[in-house]
């Protein structure tokens, strides 16, 4: 394996909406530079970056993969991303570890929610950007359609640099505004093309384009705009130098087009890819912090300086291990060398270094600053682990995963599999951060939380085919709670009489509601040692310990204040357990009183459908007890915002899945605890002293 220097290396990330084509064209891009020796089909499960048998199954992109290629003797590092919303935590690792993008559109739908979400991505980090209009030979594809919706969505700097020449099952090729050139294809597959002439329909078309094109880069700095005053025009190597300046500014977003799958217009962007985007090199320095001072610091991306490097993804293969994926952003790194890891303040020794291309790996000597590399079995380093040279320490930011939006309770099919369950998640989640695994404390359910429920359940399938358990899932449990919404003023008094020694505690206290979220607080106002201080805590702990067991349903009880005002004692007989007990009386007699009530957990939902089903949507979410928030068009997908019980939502995935035909999806988040109406809580209040009856049968 070669090794490349700074300034012969692009990394960029593919992005895009869900199936706009992403590994297609990086299968294309694989084929056409001749990195492998045949075009991989999602279709037929043998592209090399849906390699996943998740991925394979589904033919959808579940996490994003590293492959590379050469072209113009540069080498190209490429991260193909799932498009999918519940696997975006993916692109935005990969978003944060490529210095540029190509940002796939598909021709007949332009821009979509996630189009628009990765190109946030990508705001975020400054990264460059270009365009892929794929899926010319579609059907209905619309060179003007798409590019209406991009200029619409992200402004002026949409240029195109190409014309189709045709489009649906008339595509067969480009024309570059940068060579003046046609390339006409063959539709079959296999990337054969004949560079010609630019047929005569598109000569009036191609120079209009190149005069505005040529206008728009002479603004990208004062020289070419002086040379386009003196001339008239500018030269290639001025156009070149302009359209560089312009898409590393972020001024300029290059539009090509393409057909992955008929392999039409690989090679044009290719060259784009390699003369537009920045080298490393070029891309010039890095930004961290110093781990002492917290102070910004800048690192060049060099050779000479001292190492620093990122870690920006973990494969959790089950033959291989732990797979570690790595950007070198400064010095050279060799194999089976021991550096140090900041982040964690430990040494590791990194063995053989790996380049990747999808799953396979190819060992190499070293690597230098500014290329991707991968290793093997890391003890210590995870995913955002910065590695650096002690000497001169740096840390890089990680990349923050959103919260998780959803959670089922999983239950082991065989009994005693619990151990196995907890070791294969924590190695799940080291490469997939976007997922939580956790023990509810209040219903002692194992919880799988993730960002939608095709994440959950490709998670199970993994926990099955990876590592041999087999889990059911199940919706969870609702974590109610209880609460007061009157007051109570009462006496605890717990004396017993047995043989010798007796008990004897009394208290006194008054209950009262605290706002919600105001969860508990304790007022010791005893004065004159109506009760001695040693026991007060006491009373406190005897109290809490029956508001955690509740008093209507089971649940903990949360919000109220209680203020310790009077009480006796007996010289011989109280004690700290007496005193417990007594305050454990005094809250029952207290919740008693005071109308205590249920409380149940309530969601932020947003519901994402196709237009029509809007109305249905709607409807069905009040008959959930649903309060709607707000609703929104965008893309022509509607975004319906609604607040909805936890309780009503449990069976909601199925339903939306059958009331839109599978073309809906939704998220939810925790909102806040809200009373439960009257009748429902009589109902779940039934329920629970029938299992409590059962349970001590
Ligand atoms: N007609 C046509 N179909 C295409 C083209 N590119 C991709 N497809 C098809 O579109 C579907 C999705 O392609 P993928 O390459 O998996 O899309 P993706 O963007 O990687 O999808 P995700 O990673 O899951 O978001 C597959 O059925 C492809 O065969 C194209 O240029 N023309
Ligand atoms: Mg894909």
Redesign the pocket.
């Known amino acids: 394996m070669r090794v490349f220097e700074s300034d012969s290396i692009r990394n960029i990330c593919i992005i895009?909406h869900?199936?706009?084509?992403?590994?297609?064209l990086t299968s294309a891009i694989l084929f056409d530079s001749g990195a492998v020796n045949r075009l991989g089909?999602?279709?037929d499960g043998n592209t090399v970056t849906d390699w996943e048998d998740e991925e394979i199954e589904r033919?959808?992109?579940i996490s994003c993969a590293l492959a590379h290629c050469e072209w113009n003797k540069k080498k190209i590092n490429i991260l193909d991303t799932?498009?999918?919303r519940p696997f975006l935590a993916e692109t935005r690792l990969s978003v944060r570890a490529a210095d540029a993008a190509v940002v796939?559109v598909d021709a007949v739908a332009g821009v979509e929610v996630q189009t628009e979400k990765v190109w946030e991505f990508c705001d975020e980090y400054s990264l460059p950007r270009m365009i892929v209009i794929?899926?010319a030979?579609?059907d209905n594809a619309s060179s003007e359609r798409t590019l209406a919706s991009l200029e619409e969505e992200f402004g002026r700097g949409v240029v195109p640099l190409e014309i189709p020449m045709g489009m649906e099952k008339e595509f067969t090729g480009v024309i570059s505004l940068l060579t003046g050139r046609a390339y006409r294809y063959e539709r079959d597959g296999s990337g054969k093309f004949q560079e010609m002439d630019v047929p005569a329909q598109y000569e009036d078309e191609l120079a209009e384009r190149r005069e505005k094109l040529i206008e728009m880069v002479a603004e990208g700095s004062d020289a070419l705009m002086e040379r386009f005053f003196a001339e008239g025009t500018l030269n290639q190597a001025e156009i070149l130098e302009g359209l560089r300046i312009g898409v590393k500014q972020g001024d300029i977003r290059p539009v090509f087009y393409?057909?992955?799958?008929?392999n039409i217009g690989i090679p044009q962007i290719l060259d784009a890819v390699t003369e537009l985007f920045p080298s490393p090199a070029v891309v010039g320095t890095t930004t961290g912090t110093d781990p002492k001072t917290g102070e910004s610091i800048e690192r060049k991306i060099s050779n000479e300086e001292p190492y620093a490097a990122y870690v920006f993804k973990t494969i959790a293969d089950p033959f291989a291990g732990r797979i570690s994926l790595i950007k070198l952003y400064s010095g050279i790194i060799r194999s089976d060398t021991v550096y140090n890891n900041q982040t964690k303040e430990k040494n590791e020794k990194l063995g053989p270094l790996q380049i990747l291309q999808g799953k396979t790996m190819t060992p190499i000597e070293e690597v230098h600053a500014g290329d991707f590399f991968a290793v093997t079995k890391l003890r210590e380093t995870t995913t955002g682990d910065t590695l650096c040279d002690p000497a001169q320490p740096i840390l890089f930011s990680s990349v923050e995963l959103p919260e998780p939006s959803i959670t089922f309770a999983i239950e082991p099919k065989s009994r005693g599999d619990e151990d196995k369950i907890s070791h294969a998640m924590s190695r799940i989640i080291e490469e997939d951060g976007a997922i939580r695994y956790t023990r509810d404390p209040q219903t002692k359910q194992l919880l799988l939380a993730g960002s939608d429920q095709l994440h959950v359940e490709v998670t199970v399938s993994k926990l099955r085919k990876r590592y041999g358990v087999e889990v059911l899932l199940k919706t969870p449990r609702i974590p109610y709670r209880e609460t007061i919404r009157g007051k109570a003023d009462v006496q605890g008094r717990h004396k017993k009489q047995t043989g010798g020694h007796g008990q004897f505690g009394d208290c006194w206290i008054r209950m009262e509601p605290l706002p919600r979220g105001g969860n508990f607080e304790f007022v010791d106002e005893i004065f004159g040692g109506a009760i001695p201080r040693n026991f007060i805590p006491a009373v406190e702990k005897g109290i809490l310990e029956a508001a955690e067991r509740g008093y209507l349903a089971g649940n903990p009880v949360v919000d109220f204040k209680v203020t310790l005002y009077d009480g006796s004692f007996h010289p011989v007989d109280s004690s700290e357990m007496a005193f417990k007990i007594a305050g454990r009386i005094a809250f029952k007699k207290a919740m008693e009183m005071a109308r205590p009530v249920l409380l149940e957990p309530v969601m932020d939902v947003e519901i994402y459908a196709p237009q029509e089903y809007a109305g249905a949507l709607t409807g069905d979410l009040s008959s959930r007890r649903g309060r709607l928030q707000g609703m929104d068009i965008k893309h022509d997908v509607q975004i319906i915002k609604a607040q909805v019980p936890m309780a009503e939502m449990v069976t909601y995935s199925p339903v939306l899945t059958s009331m839109t035909g599978g073309r809906g999806s939704y998220s939810m988040q925790f909102s806040h605890y809200d009373e439960v109406p009257a009748q429902i809580a009589q109902k779940i209040i039934e329920e629970s002293s029938k299992d409590k009856k059962e349970e001590e049968e």
């Open positions: 895009g869900g199936a706009a084509g992403k590994t297609s089909r999602v279709e033919k959808i992109s799932p498009g999918y796939v794929n899926k030979d579609r393409s057909s992955a799958t008929l």
